[in-house]
């Protein structure tokens, strides 16, 4: 499997995911989005040593992996080009922050701690936007997005730039393999061929362009859609996801909850 068809297979996987009819898949787009904004808001919050403070946020992500029953290891798979980025920002912190900082009678380099605590912050931000992807589709995100008085026309061009993105990639392979076909012993395109290829990817990507909106005003399209066929009610069960992540993280935000079960044990 080549790199192309290897992205369009995770955009498929991506949505397969987010239409399983698991629990958490089934609570309120609304809900589930703005849990992750008050959770990332309050992971970036936390002062940048306080490590324990920072760690114990992993219980939200720890949870819903659990509850949703995803693979921690896929994961990690697809998120290994985003992870390295996210420790590479932290990683010139222990030489930029050369402090030292008395922890219980220890002392301890304030820019290792910085380094911890920079690198959790990304990571955990990182895994609750997949959590949120991967147990949510894109027409449900539309839908809350929608429901939070976002315009229509943003709405609608982000839901249709992430339904091109496969046809654009579906023509790019296309493309790929006739030219392969053409120049079997050739390793890669030269680039003597970039130009006349990408204006052909330009002109067939208008084309099916086109016809994807002469089929949206065939079915009725007048600049807005429905999301979802049905408008979904908050349930209790909704209400009672929302509370109860708000309460804990809160909690987890407030109390050094790790620190003190550390001293309690």
Same mark, same amino acid.
């Given at each position: 499997?080549?790199?192309?068809?290897?992205?369009i297979? =995770?955009?498929?996987?991506?949505? &397969?995911?987010?239409?399983?009819?698991?629990?958490?898949?089934? $609570?309120?787009?609304?809900?589930? #989005?703005?849990v992750?904004?008050?959770?990332?808001?309050?992971?970036?919050?936390f002062? +940048?040593?306080?490590?324990?403070?920072?760690?114990?946020?992993?219980?939200?992500?720890?949870?819903?992996?659990?509850?949703s029953?995803?693979? !921690?290891?896929?994961?990690?798979?697809?998120?290994?080009?985003?992870?390295?980025?996210v420790?590479?920002?932290?990683?010139w912190?222990?030489?930029?922050?050369?402090n &030292?900082?008395? $922890?219980d009678?220890?002392?301890v380099?304030?820019?290792?701690?910085?380094?911890?605590t920079?690198i959790? +912050?990304?990571g955990?931000?990182?895994l609750?936007?997949?959590?949120?992807?991967?147990?949510t589709?894109?027409?449900k995100?539309?839908?809350a997005f929608r429901?939070?008085?976002?315009? +229509?026309?943003?709405?609608?061009?982000?839901m249709?730039?992430?339904?091109?993105?496969?046809?654009?990639?579906?023509?790019?392979?296309?493309?790929?393999?006739?030219?392969?076909?053409?120049?079997p012993?050739?390793?890669g395109?030269? !680039?003597?061929?970039?130009?006349?290829?990408?204006?052909?990817?330009?002109?067939?990507?208008?084309?099916?362009a086109?016809?994807?909106?002469?089929?949206?005003?065939?079915r009725?399209?007048?600049?807005?859609?429905?999301?979802?066929? =049905?408008?979904?009610?908050?349930?209790?069960?909704?209400?009672?996801?929302l509370? !109860?992540w708000?309460a804990?993280?809160?909690?987890?935000?407030?109390?050094?909850?790790?620190?003190?079960?550390?001293?309690? #044990?």
């Amino acid at each position: 499997m080549n790199k192309i068809n290897g992205a369009i297979y =995770e955009i498929h996987h991506m949505d &397969t995911l987010a239409s399983r009819d698991q629990w958490v898949n089934r $609570i309120h787009p609304l809900v589930k #989005f703005v849990v992750t904004i008050v959770y990332i808001a309050a992971v970036v919050s936390f002062h +940048k040593y306080d490590v324990a403070g920072t760690a114990g946020m992993m219980v939200y992500p720890a949870a819903v992996f659990i509850l949703s029953e995803l693979s !921690f290891k896929d994961t990690l798979k697809r998120l290994r080009l985003v992870l390295p980025l996210v420790c590479l920002v932290g990683i010139w912190n222990p030489f930029l922050d050369k402090n &030292t900082i008395w $922890i219980d009678g220890v002392r301890v380099s304030a820019g290792i701690l910085s380094m911890a605590t920079l690198i959790m +912050k990304g990571g955990f931000s990182v895994l609750a936007s997949y959590l949120l992807i991967a147990t949510t589709s894109v027409e449900k995100l539309c839908y809350a997005f929608r429901m939070l008085r976002i315009p +229509k026309a943003a709405v609608t061009q982000f839901m249709l730039t992430y339904r091109y993105i496969t046809v654009l990639l579906e023509e790019v392979n296309r493309i790929t393999q006739a030219y392969m076909l053409r120049a079997p012993r050739q390793k890669g395109i030269h !680039f003597r061929a970039w130009g006349p290829l990408a204006g052909q990817l330009l002109l067939r990507s208008m084309d099916r362009a086109n016809e994807v909106y002469d089929s949206m005003r065939l079915r009725g399209y007048q600049g807005d859609f429905l999301y979802i066929r =049905e408008k979904a009610g908050i349930r209790p069960q909704d209400i009672a996801y929302l509370v !109860f992540w708000l309460a804990v993280i809160a909690v987890f935000r407030k109390w050094p909850v790790v620190r003190l079960a550390g001293e309690l #044990f």
